[in-house]
């Protein structure tokens, strides 16, 4: 009887022993199984908001070439500029400087986002293993590149239609037209600003003024 009782308790703690070694690779198969959801839901949202920057890319790079274009329209239409003794001389170097300024801006930012929105998913799709993370980041670094040479673009447009308006007088003296466009130009400018303020703020603001958005 005693025999047969140790028997008894070897084989239920073999049993024990096997069931204990079932749980833990049940578990270590469930964690495998959460940790390759969460890799998978991470690189959902990584690929979601990457394409949603190279849309953003996209569209800058729309606008700066509808710029592109009308500065050189601008550029190449005006024919007052030849004669010293028609235009400002200052007007004229000023046109011809944010002429220049405004094309190039606009050149940068069109080659940027096409390499960009080229290679990103190309790297992405047919890189090595963590490629979708190196051209998340690549993307993200070029924003504030590009940010600011459409602003200069956009900036350096507005000045050249401002020097276009003195140009058309066709005289080296300021006229109440060309005065009177400086000023609405200029008014605009600033209404601009303020609502692009006020805007950031609503997008980008504390959770207060988040929640206050249809105040005024």
């Known amino acids: 009887p005693r025999n047969s009782q140790q028997h008894r308790f070897a084989v239920m703690r073999a049993v024990v022993a096997t069931l204990c070694v079932g749980v833990a690779e049940m578990l270590s198969a469930e964690h495998i199984a959460l940790q390759s959801r969460l890799v998978q839901q991470l690189v959902a949202v990584r690929q979601r908001e990457m394409d949603a920057i190279l849309k953003r890319y996209d569209a800058l790079g729309t606008q700066a070439s509808l710029l592109a274009g009308f500065a050189i329209t601008s550029l190449t239409a005006l024919t007052s500029v030849s004669d010293p003794t028609a235009v400002n001389r200052v007007v004229c170097h000023t046109f011809f400087a944010t ?92 209404v601009i600003f303020w609502y692009h303020r006020r805007m950031h703020g609503r997008f980008f603001g504390d959770s207060a003024k988040l929640l206050d958005v249809d105040s005024d």
């Open 99 to 190: 002429s220049v300024c405004c094309l190039l801006s606009c050149l940068h930012v069109i080659i940027c986002t096409m390499y960009t929105c080229n290679w990103a998913p190309a790297l992405a799709l047919r890189g090595p293993s963590g490629s979708l993370t190196r051209a998340y980041k690549a993307v993200r670094g070029e924003k504030n590149q590009i940010n600011a040479f459409f602003t200069v673009g956009i900036i350096s447009f507005a000045a050249q239609t401002v020097c276009a308006v003195w140009i058309l007088d066709e005289t080296p003296k300021w006229t109440y037209d060309s005065i009177a466009a400086t000023v609405i130009l200029g008014l605009a400018g600033i």
